[in-house]
């Protein structure tokens, strides 16, 4: 069975960080590309970052670059994401998300999805 299970969400002031980390298990973890989303209330679901299944390759959406980081640990089946400079705008639900041998931003590509961490940026 796989699990993928989102830690780390928090509130936090705006221009303060945080680093979120998602622990897979009951998959092939080199297998998949994993993927970073976030839903607002009354939003849709919004691609945040995706890394590759080796990790060489990062894609991020425009307003968190330069922000926010993407990482994988392959020997601890963990993703993080580190966000840095938050801003009330980052406020969301975020979710880990795993996608057989590729990566990137169209969520209809992921094949497995965790239950999500609140990030609460206040002003």
């Known amino acids: 069975q796989v699990q993928l299970a989102e830690s780390g969400g928090g509130l936090v002031q705006a221009g303060g960080s945080l680093r979120l980390s998602c622990a897979a298990s009951g998959l092939t973890f080199n297998w998949y590309g994993m993927g970073w989303f976030r839903q607002a209330p009354g939003k849709e679901r919004e691609f945040v970052a995706a890394?590759?299944?080796?990790?060489?390759?990062?894609e991020y959406v425009d307003s968190v670059k330069g922000r926010f980081t993407i990482s994988r640990d392959s020997a601890k089946k963990m993703v993080y994401l580190q966000m840095n400079s938050l801003k009330p705008e980052d406020t969301a639900q975020y979710y880990c998300a795993a996608d057989y041998y590729d990566y990137g931003a169209d969520p209809r590509k992921y094949d497995y999805w965790g239950q999500g961490t609140q990030v609460t940026v206040s002003s």
């Open positions: 890394i590759s299944r080796s990790g060489d390759y990062t």
